[in-house]
């Protein structure tokens, strides 16, 4: 895994005064071409590496392997979950490797580093059809910067209808979250997410952060997203699949599938969210081969009108191909 590896770099660079390709590549058990693609990555995303030339060259941390490590910047913090791959960012490994590379600081830099290390969360998952990345949004250093450092920030933000306020709020973590990065925060309303690309202004105070003891950034996420999952798609639908039309289904629907357990007849039992129950109809029609959508009545009759209407358009112009044999049936 890529993340395990882009650590386990940081932790080799940190204990010895320089290390070459081929060091790392023995240590690591990869190539050299690897080795040295890792190596160049971090340079290359922030993280404070530098590479030597020549006879006895290699690569180094920027002053020093002990002391600059521990210094890294909001960005460089950043950086480092950047390219270690938003898909695998918050796996068991990855928190192990990085709970190593926290105790293996010195300890005056160790509280910042673990506060710079549980300021961001990524979540792989996509929110719009959209496969466009887009570059980081202005405020983003100086957000991130404040969760470490734990200090409130006076925010001044647009909102979707091109409101501008300004409120104090107290920055809990930052989120990625393609193609969006957003701030988690507290503020006198309570818990509020705001889209950073909309924020116009920040400005830190000296007064520290409340933050809540028992508070999670990842867990939190999860809450905030699967609400905001449930009000862009209020329906739920029932279903049976056949086990082969999973796979096209998954394809189709990405996360808005939830697959469960298999019936009594082979069929596997699914639920899927759309946004209205007509919208849903005009998504499954197509899977009749496979799938059979046993609630709400709603959309049974709407896939019931749409094949009524294929049928008066299609019918007598040439004859129907045989379907397949759904599963269980004759």
Not at 239 to 252: K, S, Y
């Amino acid at each position: 895994m890529r993340t395990d590896r882009l650590v386990a770099v940081l932790l080799l660079l940190q204990q010895r005064e320089q290390v070459t390709a081929a060091e790392v590549a023995r240590e690591l058990e990869v190539s050299e071409r690897t080795a040295r693609r890792d190596l160049d990555a971090l340079a290359m995303a922030g993280v404070p590496v530098y590479a030597t030339q020549g006879r006895g060259g290699g690569w180094r941390l920027v002053g020093g392997a002990r002391t600059d490590l521990s210094g890294l910047t909001a960005s460089e913090a950043r950086a480092l979950f950047l390219v270690a791959g938003p898909a695998s960012a918050t796996t068991p490994a990855v928190r192990s490797a990085l709970r190593k590379l926290v105790r293996a600081l010195p300890e005056p830099f160790r509280a910042q580093a673990e506060a710079a290390a549980s300021s961001i969360a990524v979540d792989p998952r996509r929110w719009g059809a959209s496969r466009v990345d887009r570059p980081p949004p202005r405020f983003l250093d100086e957000l991130q910067d404040a969760v470490i450092r734990g200090v409130q920030v006076r925010l001044g933000y647009v909102d979707s209808t091109g409101t501008v306020t300004e409120r104090t709020v107290h920055p809990l973590g930052v989120v990625a979250k393609r193609p969006w990065w957003y701030l988690v925060a507290t503020t006198g309303a309570g818990r509020r997410t705001f889209r950073i690309d909309r924020v116009s202004s920040v400005d830190p105070t000296d007064d520290p952060v409340h933050r809540p003891a028992d508070f999670d950034l990842a867990g939190s996420w999860r809450e905030i997203a699967d609400e905001v999952d449930r009000r862009r798609m209020p329906v739920e639908i029932r279903a049976v699949c056949a086990p082969d039309g999973i796979g096209t289904l998954r394809m189709a629907l990405g996360d808005r599938l939830e697959v469960g357990g298999p019936t009594a007849d082979g069929r596997i039992e699914v639920v899927i969210r759309g946004y209205s129950e007509s919208s849903l109809a005009g998504e499954l029609a197509w899977q009749v081969e496979w799938l059979e959508v046993t609630g709400p009545a709603g959309v049974r009759d709407q896939l019931a009108a749409i094949g009524t209407a294929l049928v008066e358009r299609y019918g007598g112009t040439a004859r129907s191909p045989r379907l397949p044999r759904l599963i269980g049936g004759r």
